[in-house]
């Protein structure tokens, strides 16, 4: 091995993280709140809490189609084992249909409970909800929200809820 090895080894792995740091910077610009896709191989995807970047249009945007109940809007949602939902805002338009696809990420199962805000917060039987999301799993849950809401989604899985387990959708005419 020459001298030289370290060299050329050092300048690759700065390269390399160059391209990171662009790729990643590439997908924080704009996006949609709502239809997340959190591939995994795909810059930024662990980003903690609040709206995921670089997906398809937000609603109102130019291109953005809603949901509706024959062909319902996917949005994509992980469950981490932190006790988060990424993303954790989700945007829809008054009167949309939208399929949750819900996965859980780590060894922790976790559920998927979405409706008027107030029932999500006191786990109101009948709400609608996926149970038992166990580790890699996913689940999928159609709702259409036809008033101004409040809405909300969240994990009653004990402790969950109260470690911050919650999200909102905000709702736009």
Not at 21 to 40: H, Q, Y
Not at 53 to 66: A, E, I
Not at 67 to 93: E, H, Y
Request: with cysteine.
């Amino acid at each position: 091995m020459s001298g030289r090895t370290p060299l050329w080894l050092g300048l690759g792995l700065i390269v390399a993280g160059l391209v990171v740091i662009v790729m990643g910077g590439a997908a924080t610009g704009g996006g949609n709140l709502g239809a997340s896709n959190p591939d995994f191989g795909r810059p930024g995807f662990m980003i903690g809490p609040g709206p995921a970047p670089g997906n398809l249009p937000d609603p109102g945007s130019p291109g953005f189609v809603p949901g509706i109940a024959a062909a319902p809007r996917v949005v994509r949602i992980v469950a981490t084992a932190q006790l988060r939902f990424v993303p954790d805002i989700v945007v829809v338009k008054r009167g949309e249909t939208v399929t949750f696809e819900v996965t859980s990420m780590g060894p922790v199962t976790h559920e998927f409970m979405v409706g008027p805000a107030s029932d999500v917060a006191a786990d109101k039987p009948g709400t609608p909800e996926i149970a038992d999301i166990g580790m890699m799993g996913t689940g999928a849950l159609s709702f259409t929200f036809d008033s101004p809401g409040p809405y909300a989604f969240a994990c009653h899985v004990r402790g969950h809820y109260e470690a911050g387990m919650a999200g909102t959708i905000v709702i736009v005419p």
